[in-house]
């Protein structure tokens, strides 16, 4: 399950993401704030992201919110909406309710390509690709 902060990806997911776009220089820190590179910005026109729509184009938003006492640290403002609508579009993740959304395999896969191995994140995978098995097919039947 990926918990919303807002409209953006927040928790652990929103974290991982965020150290990815560091780890890779899809976006700097600087004293003046953080900001998207151009390498960041080919990047996410590639993933279908279209970042002129973004408010700044190269001002990044980092939130931090607080899950159980913990402080997680993720992409905010209109960049992590437009990443989550991205993901939503490419059929990686899914809403399951009005604050959270879930991981299809696709998407689980998609993640694993970035780098980001969400598996080791969920201790009962094995149960939970089951279950979102079921829950993707019951999506994709317009019958139910």
């Known amino acids: 399950m990926i918990t919303m902060c807002s409209d953006h990806i927040g928790g652990i997911v929103g974290e991982l993401v965020l150290k990815y776009f560091l780890k890779n220089r899809l976006i700097e820190v600087t004293d003046g704030g953080v900001f998207l590179t151009e390498k960041g910005v080919e990047e996410l026109e590639m993933m279908g992201i279209e970042c002129s729509l973004l408010v700044s184009p190269s001002y990044v938003q980092i939130c931090h919110e607080q899950d159980f006492g913990i402080v997680y640290e993720h992409l905010g403002g209109t960049l992590g909406k437009l990443f989550l609508n991205r993901l939503c579009e490419l059929g990686w993740v899914l809403p399951r309710d009005n604050e959270s959304y879930f991981f299809t395999h696709k998407?689980?896969?998609?993640?694993?390509?970035?780098?980001?191995?969400?598996?080791?994140?969920?201790?009962?995978?094995?149960?939970?690709?089951?279950?979102?098995?079921?829950?993707?097919?019951?999506?994709?039947?317009?019958?139910?």
């Open 107 to 144: 998407g689980l896969e998609g993640f694993t390509t970035l780098g980001i191995d969400l598996k080791k994140f969920h201790p009962n995978y094995d149960q939970h690709e089951n279950n979102l098995q079921k829950k993707v097919e019951k999506y994709d039947d317009p019958s139910e």
